[in-house]
């Protein structure tokens, strides 16, 4: 066992370390999913792409909104659902968020993000991804974003249900004005077997 994740609760005046949940530190990282350690699968180049790509338009659209980051670590209980601690590989997080947490708990906030993007990889768990989800959804995040590159789409989730972009689509959803990603340009120039 590397590093200790802290778990934060916000009291009134602020938030407070509950205690350390056990994290090992590992590349890539391992996450805390439904009571199960599970270690994230390694990037293959076109996912370390789409990441990358993902990171660009994703930051762009944040501007002075907040924080658009790889790999952060996310601890939260949502209704429903066991406490999880995630890294979706692409998060955002407001501005308003960030300045309550304040910046030792913006570090590995203890809520989930306002918008997650999970790239998907060949032999990604359906029960796994589904669990993410759904734990996202219930702790607040406005959406989440699933890439399936084989497949040339994308998958928004949201409290208000399902929208898929596929080609010569572009990636706009209401929690998130202004955005647009073509999926045309998401894709061009990967290969894209599975």
């Known amino acids: 066992m590397g590093m200790r994740e802290m778990v934060y609760e916000n009291t009134t005046g602020g938030w407070e370390v509950l205690g350390p949940v056990p994290i090992p530190a590992a590349k890539p990282a391992i996450e805390l999913i439904d009571g199960q350690l599970v270690q994230k699968m390694s990037p293959q180049t076109r996912h370390q792409i789409l990441e990358k790509r993902w990171l660009f338009v994703l930051d762009s659209w944040a501007g002075a909104r907040g924080e658009a980051l790889t790999e952060w670590r996310f601890q939260f209980r949502a209704p429903g659902h066991r406490f999880g601690s995630l890294v979706p590989d692409l998060a955002f997080l407001s501005r308003e968020a960030m300045d309550e947490l304040g910046p030792a708990a913006a570090e590995i906030p203890p809520q989930a993000p306002d918008i997650a993007v999970e790239?998907?990889?060949?032999?990604?768990?359906?029960?796994t991804l589904a669990w993410k989800i759904g734990a996202y959804l219930a702790a607040g995040t406005r959406v989440v974003l699933i890439v399936?590159?084989?497949n040339r789409t994308v998958i928004a989730h949201s409290v208000d249900g399902v929208q898929r972009f596929g080609p010569g689509e572009i990636?706009?959803?209401a929690a998130m004005p202004g955005f647009a990603y073509s999926i045309d340009e998401m894709f061009?120039?990967?290969y894209l077997g599975t």
């Open 119 to 127: 790239i998907l990889s060949p032999g990604h768990s359906e029960r």
């Open 148 to 150: 399936d590159p084989p």
């Open 171 to 173: 990636v706009v959803h």
């Open 188 to 190: 061009d120039g990967l």
